[in-house]
């Protein structure tokens, strides 16, 4: 099934006339005149999908209707991502066991949150005895390093947003 929302670039709680607006926007950008050869059959694939959308998005029962559809098809396919990561849990946990590393603790991360993130610099620095002072391995500063590049990259990509400009400001103290 495809997702409307996500075609004309809206969010699911987005109103009639933001609909409207982004429609409008993304039939000027895609219109078949403007292009020609395979760009031209790719653009007449798109306006036609843009269309289907704007026609359901924009009819209440016709959304209502898809909204029940696409909720029943996100539930099904989250089942599943679900049961996949049971799955790879269990294999990885099978793996660790057959190598002989039964007693070591591995922690599942959210790939891709900060708070990942954070967990995994507190992991690298838990290790590390109070009192012994041996020196950081090389992979461990490495990741220190590239963890505090990514936050600052988003910073600064959320200081540009006019919608975050006053959170990022509220945070920094300067």
């Known amino acids: 099934m495809k997702n409307y ?15 409207e607006k982004a429609y409008k926007v993304l039939i000027k950008k895609y219109h078949p005149d403007l292009y020609s050869g395979e760009e031209r059959i790719y653009a007449e694939n798109k306006t036609r999908d843009l269309n289907e959308a704007y026609r359901i998005l924009t009819s209440d029962f016709l959304r209502e209707q898809y909204d029940l559809e696409l909720e029943k098809e996100t539930k099904f396919s989250q089942n599943d991502i679900n049961k996949r990561n049971s799955r790879r849990n269990e294999n990885l946990n099978n793996n660790i066991s057959n190598n002989g590393y039964e007693n070591r ?7 891709g949150t900060i708070m990942s993130m954070v967990d995994l610099i507190k992991e690298i620095f838990k290790k590390r005895k109070k009192g012994e002072r041996k020196p950081i391995k090389r992979e461990d500063k490495i990741a220190a390093l590239l963890t ?26 300067f």
Not at 5 to 19: G, H, N, Q, W
Not at 105 to 111: A, D, E, G, M, P
């Open 5 to 19: 929302y996500d075609l004309l670039e809206v969010t699911p709680k987005a109103s009639k006339e933001i609909i």
């Open 105 to 111: 603790k591995i922690k599942q991360h959210k790939v």
């Open 148 to 173: 505090l590049i990514i936050v600052v990259i988003l910073g600064v990509i959320l200081w540009f947003i006019p919608a975050t400009n006053s959170f990022i400001r509220d945070i920094i103290p």
